[in-house]
């Protein structure tokens, strides 16, 4: 059975990555899909030292819930077998520290524009220091 590893977020380019993984491994009967989607830490610094930080988390918590889901969703429709893994921290640290227990990492392609890919985009740190295959679709 093929393992692969998919780091979801809400962006257009990872969205295009999730259409280009089911054509490529919808025909393929022996795969399983677990997709990972990484929230960074909520940190709040309130100038008025008034707020309600379990709210903030929850809300967080929530739309990283549903996201995942509706990849999910896109998957199970395609009977592709998946799982999904919420995890908070640093995106690129957690999805590496998984990878080796995955034949394969897949993740979408970053944004076009030079200064996302220098300042925004995860891609080249996943590319250089994944421990297994890296995909990159669009």
Known sequence: MLRVLFGISDTQECRSGVDAAIRLFSKIKE???????VSPEVLIYPE???MNYSQTEVVANEQSKQLIDEFMELFTQEGISCETVLKMGNPVDIVL?????FDLLVIGASESSMFYRL???????FIDNSPIPVLVAK
């Open 31 to 37: 795969v399983h899909f677990t997709l990972v989607h």
């Open 48 to 50: 008025s030292g008034i």
């Open 97 to 101: 520290e998984m990878a080796p227990s």
């Open 119 to 125: 300042f925004g985009s995860h891609q080249n740190s």
